[in-house]
């Protein structure tokens, strides 16, 4: 440890410096709509603000989770008041008074657009209240994660076999198209929604430990977390390959064979951490090795530049190669956590290397922010969006306040 503590040092130092001055000021500096409220729904990859886009629950969810989170580690105050105002816009226009939980999308104005409830989205919105809360102590924001708990579990738990299902309508009913994007396949059950279920519901046992240890909901979300750790240990990791499947029948029959290196690596730390908070030794003692092998699986996606491809297929018929932004960025926390908890040191050589690429490639340095990825062929995606719907300060700002934390906790850092 000591002798990687000026590397460590020197980490800490550049992520805090691209967290402050690359993304979040980025997003207050262009994305704020000071007219109608919120944030602008998308930026083109090219720098365009499209004021008339629509404004999807993930975006909202996840700026109100990072601007929490930001003003929590930080301090900042700006940060304090970016939280607060998406707090109220969500409020006011994405959360549903006549059958609860959160819609889908929001036209520019304000009026719902796609009322369909997502359980992705419901685990996001979760996951944004409960950090507030963590930051403010708001009782309102509390009362809403505990709320959106029992929506999911009321309305997306399968009886029959376990798990959760994808979507419904808005008054909760079956619904024919449970897609999470037009790239996703339709089946019910996917490992990305209980990846962004189990994350959450993390959150909110911290939340309920740290404010009301004895309360009934902290019994109840620790529950529902053990039993999301065994559905991942059991039904979504592929016991041959070590990867985890992505799309899955209502009795968890497989329906994908390709490998998702990113929701690997964001999976192994992930799955670690809600082991972790929950604090039960026998759960922790069966995650940590699925954590080593789900991360030494992810890295068949790494490559001689340090960086991460997207996707492949095992047989090698098919390669995404693109370096997304996302992959990226839980890649250096996903291998830094090896490090930190397993004292890997090829792991944090990982971690460091793929911090390299991202300063090197992936940073926009001259208009801030992320590029969505570095083609294959080494040139910057700009067709897809800089800030949208899924592009968001959430993933690349988490991985600085990871470090930052981490690297603290470590060098007992104030």
């Known amino acids: 440890m000591k002798s990687n503590e000026t590397l ?9 410096e691209c967290l402050t001055q690359n993304i979040l000021q980025f997003w207050l500096d262009n994305m704020l709509d000071t007219r109608r409220g919120g944030w602008y729904g998308r930026m083109t990859g090219k720098g365009r603000i ?14 109100l989770w990072t601007f929490s989170a930001a003003c929590r580690v930080l301090g900042d105050s700006a940060c304090l008041e970016a939280a607060r105002q998406t707090k109220d816009y969500i409020l006011a226009h994405f959360m549903d008074r006549e059958y609860g939980g959160s819609f889908w999308s929001v036209a520019a104005d304000g009026q719902p657009l796609d009322t369909k409830k997502q359980f992705y989205a419901q685990g996001f919105m979760l996951y944004g209240f409960s950090e507030y809360a963590r930051l403010t102590g708001d009782e309102e924001a509390v009362q809403i994660a505990v709320r959106l708990f029992d929506i999911i579990e009321r309305h997306a738990w399968d009886h029959a076999y376990g798990g959760y299902i994808e979507a419904c309508t808005r008054d909760w009913q079956p619904i024919a198209d449970m897609r999470l994007s037009d790239k996703d396949e339709n089946y019910p059950k996917s490992q990305n929604t209980h990846l962004h279920i189990i994350e959450p519901y993390t959150n909110l046992l911290r939340l309920l430990r740290e404010t009301n240890p004895g309360c009934e909901y902290a019994g109840k979300v620790s ?6 750790v065994s559905l991942f240990t059991d039904r979504i990791l592929n016991p041959k390959t070590h ?7 209502m009795d ?9 290196y990113g929701h690997d690596i964001e999976c192994s730390w992930l799955l670690h951490e809600a082991a972790l908070v929950l604090g039960d030794k026998a759960t922790l003692n069966k995650v940590e090795p699925v954590v080593r092998e789900v991360a030494s699986a992810s890295e068949k996606g790494l490559q001689p530049d340090g960086s991460m491809i997207y996707e492949g297929e095992p047989d090698g018929s098919r390669f995404d190669c ?14 830094f956590n090896l490090y930190q908890h397993f004292a890997d040191e090829k792991a ?11 300063k090197n490639r992936l940073v926009d340095h001259e208009h801030g922010e992320w590029y969505w990825s570095i083609r294959e062929d080494g040139s910057v995606n700009l067709d897809d969006d800089h800030a949208g719907f899924w592009k968001c300060p959430y993933h690349n700002g988490r991985m600085c306040m990871e470090l930052i934390e981490r690297v603290g906790t470590m060098l007992k850092i104030h």
């Open 243 to 249: 990867h985890l499947d992505l799309f899955f029948d």
């Open 50 to 63: 499209e004021q008339d886009a629509p404004r999807g629950a993930i975006l909202y969810a996840r700026l």
């Open 8 to 16: 460590l040092r020197t980490l800490s130092r550049e992520v805090r």
């Open 322 to 335: 693109d370096r997304h932004w996302w992959v990226q960025a839980e890649a250096v926390v996903g291998f």
């Open 252 to 260: 968890w029959t497989r329906r994908s064979s390709t490998e998702s």
């Open 223 to 228: 529950a529902a977390v053990r039993r999301l």
């Open 348 to 358: 944090l050589d990982k971690a460091l290397r793929l911090w390299e690429y991202i």
